[in-house]
């Protein structure tokens, strides 16, 4: 089974501060995802990337950036944490990048983020 | 831009029942649409997905259709158990600007199956 790991489960930071959040993947899944989930919003894609120190913006890049220095490993990054951006953070990955890659997405069990 | 409904939003049945979730999307060129569901404090973990070729896909207890034309799929549950008791999330992955892997979600339905 395909594994996705974030890291903290709960995580509470202040405003101004650099967050990190890291996610992992076992399964050598060539695209990887950082989605933000919020009441009455959905879930809303920020980042994703389909290839090592590749990147493409989602819906809402602002405020974030990401990185992506070995396959395994997805990195969201808070510049500068601001209070709008207390939610909750999901990570997922798949194998292959294309139409014919009818695969589903595997999730990591979220972050729950809160800027004080 | 493609968007994504879900109703009803919140739905709470006895145990037994057989039961339909609703959703539907605005724009009908799409690659796929998935069902996931999710626990609270959880991830999502995926149920179903229909290719756009496909007219239904099956999974023990679950049934999910898609009428592309209109713009609607359903997922239907079967005998409904106090363990499915989760949020039920849609997602459509529009072929506009996408090679077919980006995902648009619905709100979801908040499900409850009383014993």
């Known amino acids: 089974d395909v594994k996705v790991t974030q890291s903290s489960r709960y995580l509470v930071k202040r405003t101004g501060e650099k967050v990190f959040l890291e996610c992992v993947q076992d399964m050598d899944h060539e695209n990887m995802f950082w989605y933000r989930q919020d009441p009455g919003l959905g879930l809303r894609l920020i980042y994703f990337s389909y290839d090592v120190k590749m990147k493409e913006k989602g819906d809402i890049p602002e405020g974030y950036s990401v990185s992506r220095e070995k396959k395994e490993r997805f990195s969201l990054i808070l510049e500068s944490a601001s209070t709008n951006q207390t939610s909750m953070y999901l990570c997922a990955s798949i194998e292959q990048w294309g139409i014919d890659s009818n695969q589903p997405q595997h999730f990591g069990d979220g972050t729950r983020l809160s800027i004080l | 831009k493609q968007e994504v409904t879900q109703i009803p939003a919140a739905l709470s049945v006895p145990e037994g029942e057989n039961l339909v979730l609703n959703c539907s999307f605005t724009?009908?060129?799409?690659?796929?649409l998935q069902w996931f569901r999710q626990d609270p404090g959880k991830g999502l973990t995926s149920l179903l997905l229909?290719?756009?070729?496909?007219r239904e896909q099956t999974s023990g207890r679950l049934n999910a259709s898609l009428d592309k034309s209109s713009g609607r799929s359903t997922l239907y549950i079967a005998a409904s158990q106090p363990g499915d008791s989760a949020t039920y999330l849609c997602a459509v992955s529009p072929k506009r600007n996408n090679a077919g892997n980006m995902l648009t979600f619905g709100g979801g339905t908040r499900l409850m199956v009383k014993p």
């Open positions: 724009d009908s060129a799409i690659y796929n």
């Open positions: 229909i290719q756009s070729s496909q």
